[in-house]
């Protein structure tokens, strides 16, 4: 009995020693895609609200030229950028408070959908002055956004063609 007992120690012994050596050959993979992940490119906060800003200027030109279906694709845009923050940014404080803008967003798919040009003006305001809102909140109020005065897309048709 006492010998049975020695061997089944000695048995797992030796078969823990392979066990371990797998181990040490799984951690020291893990710990190098650890390495590889963080070296991993994430688009930047600034990055993503330059997006924004440019989603948002298009946005624009669309709805006063009454080009609904851009309209609404430039909505779809704000909302995946917006994801990408969420996504990418999601330790950042301003992140927090980006559903800030997505009552504005409702209401402006609802007039896109109608096709209703003072309501869409109207709610694009309201866009704006929550964007302005969060960047108050978040000690950004120098960034001041407004509804756009020219074009700067100049390779783009905003007007439906007939």
């Not at 020291?28 to 948002?56: C, R, W």
């Not at 709805?63 to 940014?89: M, P, R, S, T």
């Not at 950042?92 to 209401?107: G, N």
């Amino acid at each position: 009995m006492k010998y049975l007992t020695i061997l089944m120690v000695i048995t797992v012994f030796f078969s823990c020693k392979p066990q371990d050596s797998n181990c040490n050959t799984l951690q020291k993979q893990i710990d190098s895609l650890k390495i590889e992940l963080a070296q991993v490119y994430k688009p930047g906060f600034g990055f993503l609200m330059t997006n924004i800003q440019a989603h948002h200027a298009k946005l624009w030109f669309a709805g006063i030229h009454k080009n609904w279906k851009l309209a609404q694709f430039e909505i779809k845009e704000i909302k995946e950028v917006a994801d990408e923050i969420q996504e990418y940014q999601k330790q950042r404080e301003e992140t927090k408070l980006m559903s800030m803008i997505e009552p504005a967003l409702v209401d402006l798919e609802r007039d896109i959908g109608q096709k209703n040009i003072q309501l869409f003006k109207k709610d694009y305001e309201q866009l704006t002055i929550a964007c302005n809102d969060c960047h108050k909140l978040t000690d950004f109020e120098y960034n001041i956004v407004k509804i756009p005065e020219t074009l700067e897309f100049s390779n783009q048709e905003f007007k439906v063609s007939d």
